[in-house]
């Protein structure tokens, strides 16, 4: 069985800070590794995933992760955060090679505060 | 906008009563998946349909049940509802056979009273 960890259900920083969203995943095989957003009212948005290759991987909005596999991490960063990042963030795995984009398990989410 | 569309936004059931979700799916996609986000939590996977068939279950009763049509668009189906069914429902569609991103509805929130 999968399962995902995030650490930290709740993280401020000030508006130009580092952004650091913690994700430790337990997998028997490698899996493929997602973080969504959130915004309030709305569905979820694909942010960046790592299936295969390079494991620093870039998103949308200025994110990206990086797959540490000895750590079992897939932590989400940003360098200068900005108020519109405001918003939940759900780290997510899915088993590989199985076309199961859409079997996934999620985290109980990081809500990412921005201020002044 | 994801393409993902699912009706109605919101609605109010009564405790033991029955509700019918519904999600049509991104165009070229044959797979449709569903999700419960009970609030302050992640998502939980509830089942998969792929040719009108359920492709995979979660930890959920029978009383959930789904279908899937021929144009791929999507149903849920709880049965004798319960308070802790109060839920944002999410559906996701994707393309079966590749490990290419699943798009998601906004949801329909789903209040038991």
């Known amino acids: 069985a999968q399962s995902v960890t995030q650490l930290g259900s709740h993280v401020s920083v000030s508006e130009g800070a580092l952004v650091l969203l913690r994700c430790n995943y337990s997998s028997s095989v490698p899996p493929y590794l997602f973080w969504y957003v959130q915004y309030p009212n709305q569905g979820l948005q694909l942010l960046l995933k790592y299936t295969t290759g390079a494991t620093l991987v870039k998103g949308i909005n200025g994110f990206e992760a990086e797959f540490k596999k000895s750590e079992t991490s897939f932590h989400l960063t940003k360098p200068s955060a900005h108020m519109s990042d405001a918003a939940e963030y759900f780290c997510?795995?899915?088993?590989?090679?199985?076309?199961?984009?859409?079997?996934?398990?999620f985290g109980t989410g990081t809500r990412l505060q921005v201020t002044l | 906008e994801t393409g993902v569309t699912q009706s109605p936004t919101h609605l109010i059931k009564t405790r033991g009563q029955q509700v019918t979700l519904r999600c049509s799916s991104q165009s070229g996609h044959n797979t449709v998946s569903w999700y419960q986000q009970a609030l302050g939590q992640g998502p939980q996977f509830i089942f998969q349909?792929?040719?009108?068939?359920?492709?995979g279950r979660g930890n959920f009763p029978p009383r959930f049940s789904g279908l899937q049509f021929p144009n791929y668009s999507s149903e849920l189906n709880v049965n004798a509802l319960e308070l802790d069914d109060s839920a944002l429902y999410l559906c996701?569609?994707?393309?079966?056979?590749?490990?290419?991103?699943?798009?998601f509805g906004q949801g329909t929130r789903l209040t038991v009273v």
């Open positions: 349909y792929y040719r009108e068939e359920e492709n």
């Open positions: 997510a795995v899915s088993k590989p090679n199985t076309g199961t984009a859409s079997k996934l398990t």
């Open positions: 996701a569609s994707s393309l079966q056979g590749s490990d290419t991103e699943a798009f």
